[in-house]
């Protein structure tokens, strides 16, 4: 299994920056298209962004976070990262990383789908004031 873990969050005030990073193991970007999920209170988890990183760097946004959020890998740190600019009250929520083996699935859209992923970080809080 792949352990993916989360850090960078905390509270800011609306308009401020964070970034989050996903610790995961040597070589799972190769292998894996990662993405990054959030889910606020009293709502269902929904897609924020997808890396397609196993031939390709071709990267996906949610409309609500589009030219605010980008979403990149560090592969010398072997890290999944998520720069949030511009926050919104909005966005605050628990933000997870996920990883999909097959990168295929994703295709379509179908990358906002919670099931076609295969590992899951426990999340990492954001507030937003």
């Known amino acids: 299994d792949v352990q993916l873990v989360e850090s960078g969050g905390g509270s800011v005030q609306a308009g401020g920056s964070l970034r989050l990073s996903c610790a995961a193991p040597?070589?799972?970007?190769?292998?894996?298209?990662t993405g990054w999920f959030r889910q606020a209170p009293g709502k269902e988890r929904e897609g924020v962004a997808v890396?397609?990183?196993?031939?390709?760097?071709?990267?996906v946004y949610a409309d609500t976070v589009k030219g605010r959020f980008t979403i990149s890998q560090d592969n010398a740190k072997n890290t999944l990262n998520l720069q949030m600019n511009s926050l919104k009250p909005e966005d605050t929520g628990a933000y997870f990383c996920?990883?999909?083996?097959?990168?295929?699935?994703?295709?379509?859209?179908?990358?906002?789908?919670?099931?076609?992923?295969?590992?899951w970080g426990r999340g990492t809080q954001v507030t937003v004031s």
């Open positions: 996920a990883a999909a083996f097959s990168c295929r699935q994703l295709y379509g859209g179908r990358w906002r789908d919670q099931s076609k992923y295969d590992a």
């Open positions: 040597p070589g799972t970007f190769k292998k894996y298209c």
């Open positions: 890396i397609f990183s196993v031939g390709s760097t071709n990267r």
